[in-house]
């Protein structure tokens, strides 16, 4: 019965450690290992020279990257807040009415099928200063066409436009998920009480919800600091460096500029640094369980 | 037009004569001999579809097997450096298209194996480019060099920038064309131009990989200018923040936002060319392989409007364009068997038969030869092909050194903040040639730089 | 003052009101993309509102001779559907093994903290040690490999959202059932699973899309054979020219199978969650 026991625990942990062991340990180690290398390649064969922390401590030097981290900042707090709130709205309201909620949300659903790069291609379409559809909703409105995607003070919104549009469906999804999964009785007896909506809502439907957003807010921070795709595609960076992040930085060094020892300290960097959020997001959702 | 047509018709008869000495190229390809089968590793683009229907003639007339593996651009340089990374044996790829921006890489690093040492017999055919010798290496001097040098590829597409103009627009102002010189280009701009409606000259103003630095470089080479003081000698002493350059930049931003777009820190090479074919443009400086484009009226409407010539001078007669060529290359990892079969394949794609047939596919032929009499046989279909002949002898090379691909970022980063405004032309040379210099210093070449612009 | 009835109506009206405000916006940007994959190219740069319809994009992406779509679109099926398996199939086992069998805290904490890691790691930093190990196995190029990356890509969110459903399993009934006489796998089995089921469905839905648009590690570890549709979509953005209109096509008939999972699976999901599985 021990036995048994003792073999289930780890046949049931085994197939995880297995895909970590072999397909995630290896290419992290090997990209920590790079970051304190210089990689060069003569007569076919690969010389690396241990530089020790030469590569992190160029990083702060780096004109790209310390813009480019501040400009993650700013896009990440940014896009993700407004999608929080977006999406909340949005899955509170499918939540509270009675027909049409499958039609909504298969609508909801539709941005986050659709690959990043076309995203990417189609969005600068959109966006053209001479042709595109937005500039000639502005010119019908009256309005001056702008220069979205070229200007540095509309650069960034644009992204940040692009990147709600596309991610606010999925805070959407979880947050529904979250918000169908409140006990039904706390509500009747607000209800009963005579609560009104909004002290409902900030009394009652945010503090139970505040694991889910963590989590949530978790996720999105991730992949709003690696964004890329769409980046690529509608700036590539620029002007000058008003939507230069970290992802185009680490792609650049890493591929384009061959300079994979500088490459992987900047993605262990950042690594790091979004550990840190983490980690205290988590410890924020544990003293919000401990309370709730 | 009835004139264009009927002349047309007059020459259908020499284009039926080159198609003639297209198919005796099945007679001569049999030279080539049996081999194994090989995979050629490629991005799609607008001339990928004629280079396959060449290899498929290739298999028809050799029944050597001839494969594909085509990548979106982004994806090539990284497969193409995983597969040649691999030890002895085991490399994937027998022909490489390896772009001009990571020729010196490849050389550099050794990756590649010299024709000649697989087949001593070939050489560089007459009619057929040495693209600045960027197909010649040699790997003791580490430098392009045809007579030290050995012979490493074959060029597939000879791409390199012209002038694509409306040439319709010259002729409604009364103006000669092609444009001679930059001074003649600007009048022309000014008398095109009608914002927003019309730009009379557009720039990649855009921060890429590259855009700005590729669309700058022949501004500043046909103005005297240069990024070091004399690369191909060995003295890197940085020389982009000279007198000439601070001319080429002023008449590249002047040009580029009196006289273009609204918006010319985004324009990128796609963007350019679709200004062109929109219409909306009256000169832009793009490489030989937009050109499809241009006459196909589900993507112009600028058809039988736009002209392209050599790239024009600068204010002491200098001219250049800046290759962006792709070379066909053959790993040093791979067995002999498949060495042999790829250096055949490339020894018949650069014969005179070969490009003959590769016109008649709609390919873009590397040979001057092939592209002259095409351009005489059919002036109005070719006309963009004796322009791009003409431009192969002015060719330069973005850089040479391996680790060029770190210059570029620097040099997109002032250009793009130059052409918005955002700093002057002199504080952009100046930043550039001291970031270049600090570079260069770091990367161990000897390196200085001149006196700060005023 | 309203009655009660009255304020009911308002509040669906607002509701509704600001539901198909949300929906123009969001489906403004898609018709646009699936209304180009009917333009020409021309008609697509300068945004031509009135345009004579074409298939010729259509075309040129199922039938033209070098067309390799529905190959394309065959290997994300069978990528995006086996990852999908293997990746919420490996998540559900270590979840409930690590929340059940009593692991060493710090154990369970480092598996966590690195799957955390793991998914910051930029996708295309790690390719290269993945492909010069396949090569070294023989799988390089393979569907098999690709799944395989898929599934290690996706295991951290996957792992992390089974953990939380887990814990809404009530223990009791796991313990009763090994009192019973139950074998851990039959507990497994016979009592967590059936109660998770609607967790894994949630979760299956978010790692299928995921996988369904995985471009950073397809882009370079496939081949002609075996690349996947976000590569070949990719394909049409060709360095002087991109074609925008069968871009749009591609990206257009690639949505259609996670838009019908999406109507299968949420019914799923909304039961699933109604558990209070996020939490």
């Known amino acids: ?168 469906p999925f805070v959407f999804l979880l947050m529904l998920a979250g918000l169908q999964g409140l006990p039904e009785d706390v509500f009747e007896a607000a209800k009963v009480d005579g609560t009104g909506p909004f002290r409902e809502l900030f009394k009652i439907t945010l503090p139970l919800m505040l694991p889910t957003i963590l989590v949530t807010l978790m996720f999105r921070i991730i992949l709003a600091f690696k964004v890329f795709d769409e980046i690529f595609l509608l700036t590539g960076g620029g002007p000058g460096t008003a939507t230069e992040v970290i992802a185009f930085s680490i792609f650049r060094t890493f591929f384009f500029e061959n300079r994979v020892g500088l490459g992987s300290a900047m993605s262990f960097a950042v690594i790091f640094a979004v550990a840190l959020l983490v980690v205290i997001s988590l410890a924020a959702q544990r003293y919000a369980q401990s309370k709730g | 037009m009835t004139q264009l047509k009927s002349t047309k018709s007059l020459l259908t008869g020499a284009v039926a004569a080159l198609a003639l000495a297209a198919s005796s190229a099945a007679a001569y390809a049999a030279d080539v001999g049996k081999h194994v089968p090989i995979t050629v590793v490629i991005n799609q683009s607008p001339w990928y579809g004629p280079f396959e229907a060449l290899a498929e003639y290739y298999e028809e007339t050799t029944g050597n097997e001839v494969n594909f593996d085509v990548n979106p651009f982004p994806a090539l340089l990284e497969k193409q450096r995983n597969s040649v990374r691999a030890s002895a044996g085991d490399g994937e790829f027998d022909i490489l298209a390896t772009n001009a921006i990571w020729i010196p890489e490849f050389y550099h690093a050794g990756y590649l194996e010299a024709l000649t040492d697989i087949d001593p017999s070939i050489t560089l055919k007459e009619g057929v480019p040495a693209l600045s010798e960027t197909v010649y290496w040699d790997a003791e001097g580490k430098i392009n060099s045809a007579e030290s040098g050995k012979l490493m590829g074959i060029p597939l597409i000879a791409n390199v920038q012209v002038l694509y103009y409306r040439a319709d627009l010259y002729e409604e102002h009364g103006l000669e064309h092609p444009p001679q010189t930059w001074e003649d280009v600007k009048v022309a701009a000014e008398a095109f131009h009608d914002s927003p409606s019309f730009y009379g000259i557009g720039h990649q103003g855009n921060r890429g990989a590259p855009d700005a630095s590729f669309n700058f470089l022949p501004f500043l080479r046909s103005h005297g200018g240069s990024i070091f003081a004399d690369e191909p000698g060995g003295d890197y002493s940085v020389t982009i923040n000279s007198p000439e350059a601070l001319a080429a930049l002023n008449y590249w931003t002047d040009t580029g936002t009196r006289l273009g777009p609204n918006n010319p820190g985004s324009i990128s090479q796609g963007k350019l060319i679709q200004l062109m074919t929109t219409g909306k443009v009256g000169h832009a400086v793009l490489v030989a392989a937009a050109w499809t484009q241009m006459d196909n009226p589900d993507k112009s409407v600028v058809v039988g409007k736009v002209n392209t010539a050599v790239l024009p001078k600068g204010p002491d007669g200098d001219q250049s364009t800046t290759l962006a060529h792709f070379i066909g290359h053959v790993p040093a990892n791979i067995p002999d068997d498949r060495k042999a079969a790829a250096a055949a394949f490339l020894n018949w794609f650069q014969t005179k038969e070969a490009q003959d047939k590769y016109m008649e596919l709609g390919g873009i032929s590397i040979r001057t030869d092939t592209l002259a009499e095409y351009g005489e046989s059919d002036p109005v279909t070719y006309r963009w092909a004796k322009p791009l002949a003409d431009s192969l002898g002015v060719t330069d090379i973005f850089y040479s050194i391996p680790q060029g691909s770190q210059i570029v970022p620097i040099l997109e980063l002032y250009l793009n903040k130059a052409i918005i405004g955002e700093i002057s032309n002199e504080e952009a040379l100046n930043s550039a040639a001291a970031d270049i210099e600090a570079l260069m210093n770091e990367l161990g070449y000897p390196t200085g730089r001149l006196p700060d612009l005023q | 003052m309203l009655t009660i009835k009255a304020q009911k109506r308002l509040g669906g009206f607002i509701r509704h009101s600001w539901l198909m405000l949300s929906v123009f916006a969001i489906l403004f940007p898609f018709l646009w993309i699936a209304l180009s994959g009917f333009k020409r190219e021309i008609d697509i740069a300068m945004s031509r509102i009135s345009f004579a319809p074409v298939w010729s994009n259509y075309e040129e992406l199922l039938f033209s001779k070098s067309s390799t779509y529905l190959t394309n679109f065959l290997n994300s099926v069978i990528v995006s559907f086996s990852a999908t398996v293997l990746c919420v199939g490996i998540a559900t086992l270590a979840a409930h093994s690590l929340r059940r069998h009593k692991w060493p805290i710090f154990a369970v904490s480092a598996i966590l903290i690195f799957s955390m890691i793991f998914n910051m790691t930029p996708a295309m930093t790690l390719v290269g040690a993945w492909h010069s190990l396949f090569v070294k196995v023989g799988i390089n190029n393979t569907l098999f490999a690709l799944i395989l990356v898929n599934v290690v890509l996706l295991l951290p969110m996957a792992l992390w959202l089974m953990m939380t459903f887990m814990r809404d399993v009530p223990e009791e009934l796991e313990e009763a059932a090994a009192i019973d006489g139950c074998t851990p796998a039959e507990i497994f089995r016979k009592i967590v699973l059936p109660l998770v089921v609607p967790g894994m469905m949630a979760t299956s839905v978010i790692v299928f899309v995921f996988s369904w648009n995985e471009f950073q590690a397809a882009l370079t570890l496939t081949t002609k054979a075996t690349q996947t549709v976000p590569v070949a979509i990719a394909k049409f953005a060709q360095e002087y020219e991109v074609k925008h209109g069968a871009m749009a096509a591609a990206a257009t008939l690639s949505t259609i199978p996670a838009v019908m999972l999406m109507l299968v699976a949420t019914r799923y999901i909304v039961s699933g969650l109604t558990n209070g599985a996020i939490k």
């Open chain 1, 1 to 168: 019965m021990k036995d048994n026991q003792q073999l289930w625990r780890w046949t049931s942990l085994a197939p995880l450690l297995l895909f970590f062991g072999a397909l995630a340990l290896l290419p992290v180690a090997n990209i920590l290992y790079m970051s304190f290398h210089t990689v060069q390649w003569a007569e076919g064969v690969s010389t690396w020279t241990p530089v020790g922390l030469e590569n992190y401590e160029r990083l702060p030097k780096d004109a790209f990257f310390s813009i480019g981290v501040w400009n993650t900042i700013v896009f990440s707090v940014t896009s993700v807040a407004i999608q929080m709130v977006l999406g909340f709205l949005l899955a509170l309201a499918v939540v509270r009415i009675k027909w049409g909620s499958t039609f909504y949300k298969t609508i909801f659903i539709l941005p986050i099928l659709i690959p990043g790069i076309v995203i990417g291609a189609i969005w600068k379409l959109m966006l053209d200063f001479d042709f595109g559809v937005l500039n000639q909703i502005n010119i019908w409105l009256g309005l001056q066409p702008l220069d979205w995607t070229g200007s540095v003070k509309l650069a960034m919104p644009a992204i940040i436009i692009v990147d709600v549009w596309h991610w606010t």
